[in-house]
């Protein structure tokens, strides 16, 4: 995903909370806009620990970013299972 699209979900006025998915499957939530930073070659996110400082970093290269969802349930996951009919 291009860099810049990344960086409007961030910089969006009103904050909106977001998933990231990850070309190997990996999934982040970016809850508040302070946790993350992008550029163009790189996107770094604070890992989430019990303290409000991360103590942990992760890394990504913005071409793995495959998608991007809003967190607050509007939509359903590509990963929720539906209940089967009976």
């Not at 998933?19 to 499957?25: A, C, I, N």
């Not at 770094?44 to 992760?58: D, F, Q």
Request: proline fraction near 8%; charge should be positive.
């Amino acid at each position: 995903m291009r860099a810049e699209i990344i960086s409007n979900h961030w910089r969006k006025q009103t904050f909106k909370p977001f998933r990231m998915f990850l070309s190997e499957g990996a999934t982040y939530d970016i809850r508040h806009p302070e946790i993350m930073i992008a550029s163009r070659n790189e996107i770094v996110i604070g890992l989430p620990t019990s303290v409000e400082v991360p103590e942990r970093l992760a890394f990504c290269d913005p071409v793995h970013v495959v998608r991007i969802e809003p967190l607050n349930g509007s939509q359903r996951s590509s990963r929720s299972k539906r209940k089967p009919r009976t």
